[in-house]
């Protein structure tokens, strides 16, 4: 898919920007970029603006990457200025996520909708603060195959189809190693969300796979019980891209959730 570019704070951000009408944003997860957001381009390009950028340090972005998940919030609302859309539904996966309701925090009035794929609003734990570091010294040594090995089947459920594991392995290892480093290193010192939940005042969708082996479905449960009036999702058999995995349900659930934002 095309990519151009849009300046930001130190760089570029490289975005898919196709269709028209009220902006959705889709924010790519770890280690991974906007290619991911295929399925959704294409299901909701024909009735609204879809814009699905690379976060700085990974795609087609500058390479160096940003050292918090609130920079890259940052990120997306001058991407937002630079486009000339003042509110967005947001939709973030993973580390996607984190970016989201970093987003939602620093950005309240930018944001129409939030949905959150795949993630949490804990910090990590010292295990998996821990676990992140001893992957930056992985990839410091042995370069993003590192990564590539240590996630390609955790990100999927155990019956995902060979071919997208060896696309996501594409997808892993083509990222810029600075980019995957510094991310690792945001997402290990991040903030927990949690306190800001009650807050929320947007439309709120969660969505998990059942078969998530990276986030347990479990955190969504709380997530979405933390929200006033968010909304639950759980795809059976999907593991934690469940919008790659099972592109229909995540569509379906997301085409509801968007009707239901433009008629409040």
């Not at 997402?187 to 009650?198: F, I």
């Not at 006033?228 to 593991?239: S, T, Y």
Request: one cysteine or more; aromatic letters at 4%; charged letters at 20%.
């Amino acid at each position: 898919m095309p990519l151009h570019r849009v300046a930001v704070a130190r760089g570029e951000l490289a975005v898919r920007d196709h269709g028209d009408r009220a902006p959705l944003l889709l924010v790519h997860g770890f280690p991974l970029d906007g290619e991911i957001w295929r399925p959704q381009i294409e299901a909701f390009r024909g009735a609204r603006r879809v814009l699905a950028p690379d976060l700085m340090g990974f795609g087609g972005s500058s390479a160096a990457g940003r050292a918090s998940v609130e920079e890259h919030a940052d990120d997306l609302a001058t991407l937002l200025d630079r486009l000339v859309a003042r509110r967005a539904v947001v939709v973030g996966l993973s580390m996607g996520g984190y970016v989201a309701l970093a987003f939602w925090r620093r950005h309240p009035d930018r944001c129409a909708g939030l949905v959150l794929a795949s993630t949490r609003a804990g910090p990590d734990s010292e295990a998996g603060r821990a676990g992140r570091y001893q992957m930056v010294i992985a990839v410091t040594q042995h370069g993003v195959a590192a990564v590539c090995d240590a996630m390609a089947t955790r990100l999927v459920g155990p019956d995902a189809p060979p071919a997208l594991q060896a696309h996501l392995r594409a997808v892993m290892s083509r990222q810029p190693r600075d980019g995957v480093i510094a991310a690792l290193k945001a997402m290990a010192a991040r903030a927990s969300s949690a306190p800001q939940l009650p807050g929320i005042t947007v439309p709120t969708l969660v969505i998990t796979g059942a078969a998530d082996a990276l986030i347990d479905p479990a955190e969504s449960h709380a997530l979405a019980a933390a929200i006033p009036g968010a909304r639950l999702v759980v795809v059976p058999g999907a593991g934690h891209l469940v919008n790659l995995e099972e592109p229909g349900a995540f569509n379906a659930a997301a085409g509801q959730f968007l009707e239901a934002v433009d008629h409040t």
